[in-house]
């Protein structure tokens, strides 16, 4: 009874985890399929229907929505704008790997929800594509890898604060040497004292 649980909340979480999320839930719906918690065929699938919902959702609230909302944020739409050069020369093709290109996904969906020509039938067609092909490469690559990542893992439980102090000391060095507020000759701004 107990596997059963186990079974069921591991495909509502590959199912959750790629309709809220992505490539990091998936990754790790992959790696507890992998050590047997679930099916590993029926976490892809799970993942599959989250991600496509996730997708459709979003075409369809643009097609519904999308003029309106960027009449009220133009330099979305100025974005947009030149993103479309390259985006309708071939749409479909970007419609079938949008799922690959990492930062893009979001822009590619509004833009073709904003096309007039694209149909819900013809975006639902090619996204499907596009996300079993995303699915069998991020799946493929985290089945195959998922020993290396549980040792790391393992490795990083065991070293936990020299990791932190690690990171830590490279967020220091990150702020102070690019994000610290400079004044227009590049030297640090100070209280003026009289």
């Known amino acids: 009874m107990l596997e059963g649980l186990y079974e069921t909340c591991g495909y509502l979480a590959s199912f959750l985890g790629t309709l809220i999320e992505g490539e990091i839930l998936l990754l790790t719906s992959v790696v507890s399929a992998k050590f047997g918690y679930f099916n590993f065929f029926g976490g892809l699938m799970a993942a599959f229907f989250g991600a496509f919902l996730r997708d459709s959702l979003q075409f369809l609230m643009v097609k519904k929505q999308g003029k309106k909302l960027l009449e009220k944020k133009p330099k979305l739409q100025a974005k947009l704008d030149s993103a479309s050069a390259w985006f309708n020369k071939n749409p479909f093709f970007y ?3 949008y799922r690959l290109m990492y930062g893009f ?42 020993n290396i990542m549980i040792e790391q893992l393992n490795f990083v439980s065991d070293h936990s604060l020299e990791v932190i102090g690690v990171l830590s000391l490279i967020g220091l060095a990150y702020w102070f040497f690019v994000k610290r507020p400079k004044d227009k000759h590049g030297f640090t701004l100070k209280e003026k004292t009289i």
Do not use: E
């Open 95 to 97: 419609l079938t790997i």
């Open 105 to 146: 996904s979001t822009i590619i969906i509004l833009l073709s929800g904003l096309k007039k020509d694209i149909s819900y039938s013809r975006f639902a067609f090619h996204s499907a594509i596009g996300i079993a092909i995303w699915i069998a490469i991020i799946g493929g690559l985290g089945y195959f890898c998922a």
